[in-house]
C-alpha cells in the first residue's frame, strides 16, 4: 500500500500537503531514494522530501513493481524547497554531485531503470536550468549524462516504510556519496 502517512519523520512537515505560497518543487532520481533522500532532506532551504515513484506507465506503481522493471518508473525524491534560502542553482549542484549521472539504468551496483538519473520539473525556467546544469556537469565529467531531463509526470508516493528510511534505519543501506566531481553554478552578472 502506497504512503499513508503525511508527517515527515524527521521534521514533521505535511510530505503530501499544499506546497507553500513562494515555495517551489522538483523530482529527483538519483539511484535508490533512501540515500538520496537523506542528501537532500538535509539541506538549508529544503521545507520537506518524500520519495516515490514517477517517470512510469502504470498508474497503480508499488514497490515491488517498480523493482521489476515493468512500470517505467524511477525512484524519485519530491522535494519543496524555499527558494529565497537554497536556489534552483544550488539543488542542481548538490544533486548532480551526488550520483553518476553517466550511469544510464544504474546507480554502482544497483540495476534497472527504477535507478536511472532523472530530474523532472514543474517549469520552463527550471527545464532550461536542468538541462543547461547537465551540459556543464557534462563537460566537468568528461563523460556523456545521461539523465532523463523533462516536465514532472505525476509523482505517486512510495510506501510508508520507504519515507526517510535512513532516519528510521541508520544503518540502512547507502550508496550514495560525493563524485567528486564539481558541478560549476553559473556566475550573477552584476549590471
Avoid at 510530505?15 to 538535509?42: D, S, Y
Avoid at 524547497?81 to 550520483?99: G, T, W
Wanted: proline share 6%; aromatic share 10%.
Amino acid at each position: 500500500m502506497l504512503a499513508t502517512i503525511d508527517k515527515h519523520h524527521v521534521n514533521g512537515q505535511s510530505m503530501f500537503g499544499e506546497t507553500p505560497e513562494g515555495f517551489e518543487q522538483v523530482l529527483l532520481g538519483m539511484g535508490c531514494f533512501w540515500g538520496a533522500e537523506r542528501i537532500l532532506w538535509k539541506l538549508d532551504g529544503v521545507h520537506v522530501t518524500s520519495v516515490g515513484y514517477a517517470g512510469g506507465t502504470v498508474t497503480t506503481p508499488n514497490y515491488e513493481l517498480v523493482c521489476s522493471g515493468a512500470t517505467g518508473h524511477a525512484e524519485i525524491v519530491h522535494v519543496v524547497y524555499d527558494p529565497k534560502v537554497i536556489s534552483f542553482d544550488e539543488i542542481l549542484k548538490v544533486y548532480f554531485e551526488n550520483h553518476d549521472p553517466t550511469q544510464g539504468n544504474r546507480q554502482g551496483n544497483d540495476v534497472g531503470s527504477q535507478y536511472r538519473s532523472a530530474l523532472y520539473v514543474y517549469s520552463d525556467e527550471h527545464l532550461a536550468k536542468a538541462k543547461a546544469a547537465a551540459t556543464r556537469y557534462e563537460k566537468a565529467y568528461g563523460r556523456p549524462v545521461t539523465t532523463e531531463i523533462g516536465k514532472a509526470p505525476k509523482y505517486y508516493p512510495a510506501e510508508d516504510y520507504h519515507q526517510q528510511y535512513l532516519a528510521k534505519n541508520p544503518e540502512g543501506y547507502c550508496m550514495h556519496g560525493p563524485t567528486g566531481v564539481s558541478c560549476p553554478i553559473p556566475q550573477k552578472v552584476s549590471v
